[in-house]
C-alpha cells in the first residue's frame, strides 16, 4: 500500500496521475487530504498520525508526499512511532524550508500560517524539526526548475537517493519520469540511474 500526501494547496486530483501510475504497478494506493491552508503543520501532523493508523493490519505502508506533505509526515513521525511504515519517497521537499515562504510569510502569514511555519529561517517550523527521518529509506525527487524549493533545500539527513527530474515544483505529481523514479524506489529502495529522468 502507498499513501500519497499532497503539499499546500493541493487537492486529492493533483496527485491522482501518480496514483494511476502506482496502481498500474501493482500498488494500491490511498489519499489523506487535509486543508493545508488552514490550522498548523502540528495539527495537520496529528490528524496523519490517526489516519495511518487505520492501516495498522497492513504489513508495510510506504508514503510519498509532496513538498508540504513531506513536512506533514516528518511532524507525525517526530511525535509518534508508526511501526508498520516503509519507504518515503519525498517530492520537491522544502526540508530545509523555502525563502518564498519567508518572503510571504510577512504579508501573509499571520492568515496562514503554515506559510511561516515552511520559512527558510532558522527557528522556523520546518527547521525545528529533527533533520533525520531514522529507520526508514527515504528517497527525495527535486524538480530541475523549481522556483519554490531550491535544490539544496530538498536535501535531507540519512537520504538513502536524490534525483533530479526536468520539470517544475507544481508538475512533479503528473509527471511521468518522477512517477518511474518512485516506483523505483519503492520497490528496491534506490532511483538507479537517474540519466533517464
Known amino acids: ?20 501510475r502506482l496502481r498500474s504497478s501493482g500498488f494500491r494506493t490511498e489519499q489523506f487530504c487535509y486543508a493545508s491552508y488552514r490550522d498548523s503543520i502540528a495539527i495537520h501532523a496529528e490528524r496523519l498520525v490517526t489516519f495511518l493508523q487505520q492501516f ?9 508526499a509532496h513538498s508540504m506533505g513531506s ?20 517530492l520537491a521537499p ?11 510569510a510577512k504579508p501573509l502569514g499571520r492568515v496562514f500560517k503554515t506559510i511561516a511555519e515552511l520559512s527558510d529561517d ?12 531514522s529507520s526508514h529509506d527515504v528517497g527525495i525527487v527535486a524538480a530541475k526548475f523549481d522556483i519554490l524549493v531550491p535544490l539544496a533545500s530538498t536535501q535531507l539527513v540519512g537520504q538513502q537517493d536524490h534525483c533530479v527530474v526536468y520539470t ?21 529502495g534506490r532511483f538507479r540511474d537517474d540519466s533517464s529522468l
Open 1 to 20: 500500500m502507498v499513501v500519497l500526501i499532497h503539499g499546500l494547496g493541493g487537492r486529492p486530483w493533483w496527485m491522482a496521475p501518480l496514483g494511476s
Open 122 to 133: 532558522d527557528g522556523s517550523f520546518v527547521n525545528s524539526l529533527p533533520p533525520q527521518v
Open 56 to 64: 495498522d493490519d497492513e504489513p508495510c505502508v510506504h508514503v510519498v
Open 168 to 188: 517544475t515544483h507544481n508538475l512533479l505529481p503528473v509527471s511521468a519520469k518522477a512517477a518511474r523514479a518512485v516506483t523505483a524506489f519503492l520497490r528496491v
Open 71 to 90: 513536512v506533514v509526515l516528518r511532524a507525525a513521525l517526530a511525535e509518534t512511532a508508526i511501526p508498520n511504515l516503509g519507504r518515503f519517497v519525498f
Open 94 to 104: 522544502p526540508s530545509r524550508g523555502a525563502p518564498i515562504a519567508r518572503v510571504i
